[in-house]
Structures are given as C-alpha cells and as structure tokens.
C-alpha cells in the first residue's frame, strides 16, 4: 500500500489553511484506488465553475470511465491547470479494509494541513454509514484535524468530486494516464 501526493499542478505552496477535500475511488483489478482533491476555500468556485464548464450537453456529471480517450486528454489538461493538491492511496487489501486504511492517511494528511471539511463520494446508505463511523473513530482518537466537518455528496452535487474521480482513474490506469497524473511524490507507504 503506498500513499503518493503531489502538490497542485498550478501554484500551490504550504499555506494551507481551511482546505476541503473531496474524496472518490477507482478499482483495478485487485487493487483500490482513493483519490482525495484539497482545495483552498478561496479557490472553491474557481475550481467548480471550471469543471462545470466542461460538462457536454445533457451531462450532469463527468465520469471519467465513461469518456472517451481523446476527452480524457482533455480533461486531464483542464485538471492540470487547477490550484489544488490531489492525493491518491493504493491498496491490494479488501476494499472495506483499504477504504479504511486509506480513509485514516487521509485524515492524518488533513490535520497537518489544516483539513476544515471532507466530501466524500456518496455510495450505498450502509457504506456512508460505515465511514462515517470509521471517520467519527479517528477524530475522537485525535487522529485528524480538530472540527473537521465531513458529509457524502452525490457526484451531480459537487463537482470538484469529479476531478477525484478523473484522478483516481487515470492513476490507476497506469502508463500515459498515470504520468499525467503523477509529479508526485511518496508522503507515506505501509
């Protein structure tokens, strides 16, 4: 299991303060992918208009599985220009397990940045439920910043889960997809 992490593409230094993220996953065969957006409050709707403007006529959302290869290019390079941090965690564990794993590094990565809120991608009502049990976990143990505010989102609702999205695809994908993704560096790996 590894955690990589890269600063934005665009110019991000170490001056977070309040940042939100915005959590999804990929799977690849035996391995889960998490994939964590942080963006500065300052840059919330910067980040949202952009990703909204890149919707097709009668899309509600961007799915990066579902696009073409030629629009996933595309994509990327919109992505690429936005200020924000993107983290990604990897696990050949059991998705519950991995989930939770990668949930917790997130967490930790949170706290020492200044983590105010965390959206995560809504699934099943006994998914949600579980996380935020593992989240509520964390947070009593001090295993994460102090007042963190966290919530499942439908992807139609925020779009910024749709650069996680994206992120964790390309990633996982490997090859071309990945270096697009990836100047990154190793912040943690177990």
């Known amino acids: ?15 977070w303060i309040a940042s939100h993220a915005f959590v999804d996953e990929s ?25 909204r403007s890149q919707l097709l006529s009668g899309q509600a959302r961007l799915h990066f599985k579902t696009e073409k290869p030629s629009r996933r290019r595309a994509l990327l ?44 991608e809504a699934r099943e009502a006994s998914l949600n439920l579980v996380e ?8 009593t143990r001090g295993r994460g910043p102090a007042g963190l505010s966290y919530e ?7 779009p910024i889960l749709w650069v996680s999205d994206a992120v964790a695809w390309a990633y996982g994908a ?11 560096v190793v912040l943690d790996s177990s």
Request: glycine share 10%; aromatic share 6%.
């Open 152 to 158: 499942h989102m439908r992807p139609h609702e925020e």
């Open 27 to 51: 799977r690849r065969g035996g391995r889960y992918i998490v994939c964590a957006s942080v963006v500065l409050p300052s840059e919330l709707a910067t980040v949202r208009k952009m990703m």
């Open 174 to 184: 490997g090859g071309d997809w990945r270096r697009r993704v990836t100047p990154g």
């Open 77 to 120: 390079a919109v992505i690429a220009e936005l200020n924000l941090t993107t983290l990604v965690c990897e696990s050949n564990r059991k998705e519950a397990d991995a989930r939770r794993w990668a949930l917790g590094q997130l967490l930790a990565y949170l706290a020492g940045v200044g983590g105010q809120r965390l959206v995560i």
């Open 1 to 15: 299991m590894s955690l990589l992490g890269w600063r934005g593409w665009a110019s991000c230094d170490d001056r």
């Open 132 to 139: 935020r049990q593992t989240i509520t976990a964390a947070l």
